[in-house]
């Protein structure tokens, strides 16, 4: 699975599953893989905002996904390393130079966010200028 499609799946198990009660860093029950054209369970609007601020309040680190691909990724259990960060960056056709890890992951997390809201996530209007 890519790792976008990692990305849209985890924050919308969280939206739809029981399991969302377990703590930040607990492993989290396998859940469909999502591909570029996943959508929110049931044709609902999945509230990544709400989502995404659950799992930061009960992670024992202090993450700024609202700023940050890594964090994000960490918050979701996913590897956040610069070798991932790079995959999602080919993933999403990155033309810039991905050896500035400060502007490609201000990049990513751009285009994250978009395409949360095109696969059903609801995202704050700030989060995809």
């Given at each position: 699975m890519s790792?976008?499609?990692?990305?849209?799946?985890?924050?919308?198990?969280?939206?739809?599953?029981?399991?969302?009660?377990?703590?930040?860093?607990a492993p989290s029950p396998q859940?469909?893989?999502a591909t570029h054209a996943s959508t929110a369970p049931t044709g609902a609007?999945?509230?990544?905002?709400?989502?995404?601020?659950?799992?930061?309040?009960r992670s024992k680190e202090k993450l700024d996904w609202?700023?940050?691909?890594?964090d994000m990724m960490k918050l979701l259990n996913l590897d956040s390393?610069?070798?991932?960060?790079?995959?999602l960056a080919e993933e999403l056709h990155y033309s810039g130079n991905m050896n500035d890890s400060a502007a490609m992951n201000v990049w990513l997390h751009k285009q994250v966010m978009i395409k949360l809201a095109e696969n059903g996530g609801k995202?704050?209007?700030?989060l995809k200028a």
């Amino acid at each position: 699975m890519s790792i976008l499609g990692n990305i849209v799946s985890s924050i919308f198990h969280h939206a739809s599953s029981p399991a969302s009660a377990a703590p930040a860093g607990a492993p989290s029950p396998q859940s469909k893989p999502a591909t570029h054209a996943s959508t929110a369970p049931t044709g609902a609007t999945v509230d990544v905002a709400a989502i995404m601020d659950k799992l930061a309040s009960r992670s024992k680190e202090k993450l700024d996904w609202r700023r940050s691909i890594v964090d994000m990724m960490k918050l979701l259990n996913l590897d956040s390393s610069m070798s991932a960060r790079k995959h999602l960056a080919e993933e999403l056709h990155y033309s810039g130079n991905m050896n500035d890890s400060a502007a490609m992951n201000v990049w990513l997390h751009k285009q994250v966010m978009i395409k949360l809201a095109e696969n059903g996530g609801k995202v704050p209007n700030e989060l995809k200028a």
